[in-house]
């Protein structure tokens, strides 16, 4: 079932709620309460990996999510002339107010016109401050506040819970415009629809084509068949990681390439196991360049169709993976916050030295920077660089040690495994034009 988060404050939450439970066999409702409508923009970025499909109470918080939601449809009710007569019809009938003397926040001119013209209501010079933006409550609060003050209103009118509790706090007469049960209970049918697409979506079939470039001139001596196993074998590893990751399954069809089997449910499901982090990993294994081409689609062949024409538009950018969707749309090159980069050389001379002297190469301490970047920390310790450059934790000891005998990187200290075994040293690199 669909994953609804349902944002707004407490009065409106508990009617979506309420009326959402009619559809409680088709969709999960994940309510979000705020006391303030700036705090719809936390709220999205700390639950979004929890929901499918969000649904707002009003275009306030809306308006602030929306700068915030990355690839969730989101719904909001908007004002209509139901939720406008309703309150019309209280305040000129049952309380006797002109609306002539009456300030309106959220509603539009022309929508405001055409109520007052279905309902045979006059008022030539209505104040109006309509939604073109959002605006923070104490905006809207001034606005109504100003005109009462000047005696060129007696009431108002607004779509705001925060804007109603302030001016009923401040004694001014406030009415709110408050959706019905039937208005929510249509944006809940369409919710539905929403997730029915959503749930096809997922269950189409992803293929992601892997392919590394000229892996063979990375071994010194292109004859020795051995190393290019060892390093085949790993490079299998990386890919089998991954994969699993993502419960997928793959085939290795060729000279370092590959093909990943999955469906876009589980691969879209695991952002933290995006596609870059593997190919960061190829490239820091290999010394080479790879490229990904990911395709969707509703049957394994127009899935590998689109994540051939995908892998084709990925060879010409540097490290790339590129999304081809079931309807034929491109994405890419796809990114992660904490991309991996190095490079193959340094302008640093004394640092060119000191790594002669090490009997470490530019490339390799590179790398190790970059790692240490990638992982958001200020230390780096032999298993880290073992995981991720692909080498035997008793290599990366060693070149960790050779770099801090020649003060490249300094020993601050050491790490207790979680399991048996001895301490893990754990080292910090010098800043230096490399590492700033």
């Known amino acids: 079932m669909s994953k609804v988060?349902?944002?707004?404050?407490?009065?409106?939450?508990?009617?979506?709620?309420?009326v959402g439970r009619e559809f409680s066999d088709r969709m999960t409702l994940i309510p979000h309460i705020?006391?303030?409508?700036?705090?719809v923009a936390t709220i999205v970025t700390e639950n979004e990996m929890e929901i499918d499909i969000w649904f707002f109470s009003g275009v306030g918080p809306y308006s602030i999510a929306k700068e915030h939601i990355r690839k969730q449809k989101a719904f909001f009710p908007q004002i209509n002339a139901s939720v406008l007569t309703k309150v019309l019809l209280e305040m000129v009938y049952r309380d006797g107010f002109t609306l002539d003397r009456v300030s309106f926040d959220t509603v539009s001119e022309a929508h405001f016109r055409e109520t007052l013209e279905e309902l045979g209501m006059q008022c030539e010079n209505p104040y109006l401050n309509p939604y073109q933006e959002?605006?923070?409550t104490a905006h809207l609060v001034d606005y109504h506040t100003r005109l009462i003050q000047e005696g060129k209103v007696d009431a108002c009118v607004t779509g705001m819970l925060s804007v109603t509790e302030e001016l009923k706090r401040r004694g001014i007469k406030v009415y709110r415009m408050g959706f019905t049960r039937l208005t929510?209970?249509?944006?809940?049918?369409?919710?539905?629809?929403?997730?029915?697409?959503?749930?096809f979506k997922r269950s189409q079939i992803a293929v992601q084509l892997i392919e590394v470039t000229d892996i063979e001139k990375l071994v010194n001596e292109p004859a020795n068949a051995y190393e290019l196993r060892r390093l085949d074998l790993k490079l299998q590893e990386l890919v089998l990681d991954y994969t699993e990751s993502i419960s997928g399954s793959f085939v290795a069809v060729g000279n370092s390439k590959?093909?990943?089997?999955?469906?876009r449910g589980s691969f879209e499901d695991n952002p933290e196991f995006h596609p870059t982090i593997l190919l960061e990993k190829i490239k820091l294994l290999t010394n080479s360049h790879a490229s990904m081409g990911i395709g969707f689609g509703v049957t394994a062949l127009s899935a590998e169709r689109n994540a051939q024409l995908a892998l084709g538009h990925a060879k010409n950018h540097r490290d790339a993976a590129i999304l081809v969707d079931h309807d034929g749309s491109i994405e890419g090159p796809l990114r992660q916050t904490n991309s991996i980069s190095y490079e193959y050389w340094t302008q640093d001379k004394e640092m060119s030295e000191n790594l002669k002297k090490?009997?470490?190469?530019?490339?390799?301490?590179?790398?190790?920077?970059?790692?240490?970047k990638a992982l958001g920390q200020k230390y780096i310790s032999a298993?880290?660089?073992?995981e991720w450059i692909g080498m035997t934790p008793r290599n990366a000891r060693r070149i960790l040690s050779d770099l801090a005998e020649h003060n490249i990187i300094e020993l601050?200290?050491?790490?207790?495994?979680?399991?048996?075994?001895?301490?893990?040293?754990?080292?910090?690199?010098?800043?230096?034009?490399?590492t700033t």
């Open 258 to 263: 590959f093909i990943i089997f999955s469906t």
């Open 134 to 136: 959002f605006r923070l």
């Open 412 to 434: 601050i200290g050491e790490e207790t495994p979680t399991n048996r075994g001895r301490p893990r040293k754990i080292y910090r690199i010098l800043p230096s034009p490399q």
């Open 34 to 39: 705020y006391q303030r409508v700036e705090e």
């Open 184 to 199: 929510f209970r249509e944006i809940f049918k369409q919710i539905l629809q929403e997730g029915e697409t959503l749930h």
């Open 383 to 386: 298993s880290m660089i073992a």
């Open 5 to 18: 988060g349902i944002v707004g404050p407490k009065d409106s939450v508990e009617l979506m709620v309420a």
């Open 358 to 372: 090490a009997g470490v190469s530019i490339t390799t301490f590179n790398k190790i920077i970059s790692v240490q």
